[in-house]
């Protein structure tokens, strides 16, 4: 995602009332309001709510009505729309949520100073001290072993197959987080790791300084690629599917970055590429595959869409599971 967006001088000449006076603010006092007033402040102000489940520290998630979605990012003063191309500062988010035009969001978010939003119940206490080098945190972890926390986790909670577990081991795409939480790879063109999903049942991440590409299993240089957006969905489908050898499992981490796009795009674009959108069934999961359309249109893949029974292939898995039983 690109920088906050900040005000240009033409939008800093605006009057306005409020905790600073009636005056035409200068730059400067554009630049005080907004280190003052969190994003977080304008959506809690207007009815919006926090999702915990899907959100992270670094990435909080609030949900307002049916599709609506804001996710308020570097430490509450960025935010972006997943569904659209929206997203800038606190000026930019009050005139998504309506304000008309700039003087009246500056007046908005100005009748904001002092309001102190309500702090997510984080799972997981904050880190006191700066994390080790990411590929020494990786290589540092156990892999998952029949019968550990994070291979219990798999198989009982969310009805991973053992086989299947194993095959995401011995591609080194797995490793035990805390508290029998489970790591899954995030890794670039070259398959160095470079983040990876933090699943468990108290604790849903992503690895601090990581970076967000893809989660990968199965062949490598497969012609069919489904395309999910968690590691466990990408799993399930797998598992679903009997983990076919002509397809490459993928998860985009629920995000959208600049790197995961140019890495679909840089799959895509090999000759006879299959690319089925394998994404939850909602409002965001057709809004990622319309995303997932254009691309193989541009690059001249084949698509295709899949779409869960339920909201996503592992509750697909855990009912076909419970069925069988």
């Given at each position: 995602?690109?920088?906050?967006?900040?005000?240009?001088?033409?939008?800093?000449?605006?009057?306005?009332?409020?905790?600073?006076?009636?005056?035409?603010?200068?730059?400067?006092?554009?630049?005080?309001?907004?280190?003052?007033?969190?994003?977080?402040?304008?959506?809690?102000?207007?009815?919006?709510?926090?999702?915990?489940?899907?959100?992270?520290?670094?990435?909080?998630?609030?949900?307002?009505?049916?599709?609506?979605?804001?996710?308020?990012?570097?430490?509450?003063?960025?935010?972006?729309?997943?569904?659209?191309?929206?997203?800038?500062?606190?000026?930019?988010?009050?005139?998504?949520?309506?304000?008309?035009?700039?003087?009246?969001?500056?007046?908005?978010?100005?009748?904001?100073?002092?309001?102190?939003?309500?702090?997510?119940?984080?799972?997981?206490?904050?880190?006191?001290?700066?994390?080790?080098?990411?590929?020494?945190?990786?290589?540092?972890?156990?892999?998952?072993?029949?019968?550990?926390?994070?291979?219990?986790?798999?198989?009982?909670?969310?009805?991973?197959?053992?086989?299947?577990?194993?095959?995401?081991?011995?591609?080194?795409?797995?490793?035990?987080?805390?508290?029998?939480?489970?790591?899954?790879?995030?890794?670039?063109?070259?398959?160095?790791?470079?983040?990876?999903?933090?699943?468990?049942?108290?604790?849903?991440?992503?690895?601090?300084?990581?970076?967000?590409v893809l989660f990968r299993l199965g062949a490598t240089h497969a012609t069919r690629v489904c395309i999910t957006e968690a590691a466990i969905?990408?799993?399930?489908?797998?598992?679903?599917?009997?983990?076919?050898?002509?397809?490459?499992?993928?998860?985009t981490g629920g995000g959208w970055s600049p790197a995961t796009e140019a890495a679909i795009r840089a799959i895509a674009a090999r000759p006879g590429t299959l690319l089925v959108a394998a994404?939850?069934?909602?409002?965001?999961?057709?809004?990622?595959?319309?995303?997932?359309?254009?691309?193989?249109?541009?690059?001249?893949?084949?698509?295709?869409?899949?779409?869960?029974?339920?909201?996503?292939?592992?509750?697909?898995?855990?009912?076909?599971?419970?069925?069988?039983?």
């Amino acid at each position: 995602m690109a920088g906050i967006a900040k005000p240009t001088e033409e939008r800093a000449g605006h009057r306005r009332r409020g905790g600073f006076g009636v005056r035409v603010m200068a730059k400067k006092d554009i630049d005080e309001l907004r280190g003052k007033v969190p994003c977080a402040s304008v959506l809690e102000k207007a009815g919006w709510k926090v999702d915990l489940k899907e959100s992270t520290r670094k990435a909080v998630k609030y949900r307002h009505g049916e599709g609506q979605i804001v996710i308020v990012i570097h430490d509450g003063r960025g935010w972006f729309d997943p569904m659209s191309d929206a997203k800038g500062d606190v000026f930019d988010l009050a005139v998504h949520l309506g304000a008309a035009g700039f003087a009246v969001a500056l007046q908005q978010v100005a009748d904001l100073v002092g309001f102190t939003p309500r702090q997510p119940a984080w799972k997981r206490p904050a880190r006191t001290k700066p994390p080790a080098p990411l590929a020494h945190r990786w290589t540092a972890r156990l892999k998952p072993r029949p019968g550990s926390p994070t291979w219990r986790y798999l198989a009982e909670t969310r009805a991973i197959p053992d086989h299947l577990i194993q095959e995401a081991v011995d591609q080194d795409r797995l490793r035990e987080g805390p508290h029998g939480s489970m790591w899954a790879a995030h890794t670039d063109e070259s398959g160095a790791v470079v983040g990876w999903e933090e699943r468990g049942s108290e604790w849903r991440g992503f690895a601090t300084d990581g970076s967000k590409v893809l989660f990968r299993l199965g062949a490598t240089h497969a012609t069919r690629v489904c395309i999910t957006e968690a590691a466990i969905d990408a799993m399930s489908r797998a598992a679903i599917e009997g983990l076919r050898h002509d397809t490459l499992y993928v998860s985009t981490g629920g995000g959208w970055s600049p790197a995961t796009e140019a890495a679909i795009r840089a799959i895509a674009a090999r000759p006879g590429t299959l690319l089925v959108a394998a994404t939850d069934s909602n409002l965001q999961g057709d809004v990622f595959g319309d995303r997932l359309r254009a691309i193989a249109k541009d690059v001249g893949a084949r698509y295709d869409r899949l779409r869960p029974s339920r909201d996503d292939w592992n509750e697909d898995l855990k009912e076909a599971v419970r069925a069988t039983r």
